[in-house]
């Protein structure tokens, strides 16, 4: 099992900054894509952006220029630095992380978790 403790949320004026975490822990062999997720009221949720485990990162054409992906992979930690935001960025933000798993028989497997989610909260 693996757990996604996200951190850094909060209310922010419009122009502001926040800077997200998500350390992952548990059962983990490596740890392999990793991302920002986010869910608006009455949305669906939606990609914000991702990172290869090598720091390839690819981001929704709404926050390119503004938020900036990043991973500690000796810390088994994501990050999400949000610069400019907007009344729009309002949302809850998930981290999402590709894992792979070893069992005691030598078998790996590979299972995708979610953290449970903090707040993000823009005044404008």
């Known amino acids: 099992q693996v757990q996604l403790v996200e951190s850094g949320g909060g209310l922010v004026q419009a122009g502001g900054s926040l800077r997200l975490s998500c350390v992952a822990s548990g059962s983990i062999f490596t740890i392999n894509a990793m991302g920002w997720y986010r869910q608006a009221p009455g949305k669906q949720r939606e990609l914000v952006a991702r990172?290869?485990?090598?720091?390839?990162?690819n981001y929704a054409d709404s926050v390119k220029g503004r938020f900036t992906i990043s991973r500690d992979n000796a810390k088994n930690t994501v990050y999400l630095q949000m610069t400019s935001l907007k009344p729009e960025d309002t949302a809850i933000y998930y981290c999402?992380?590709?894992?792979?798993?070893?069992?005691?028989?030598?078998?790996?497997?590979?299972?995708?978790?979610w953290g449970q989610g903090t707040q993000v909260t823009v005044s404008s």
């Open positions: 990172i290869s485990r090598g720091g390839s990162t």
């Open positions: 999402n992380c590709n894992v792979t798993t070893r069992s005691s028989g030598g078998y790996y497997r590979e299972y995708n978790y």
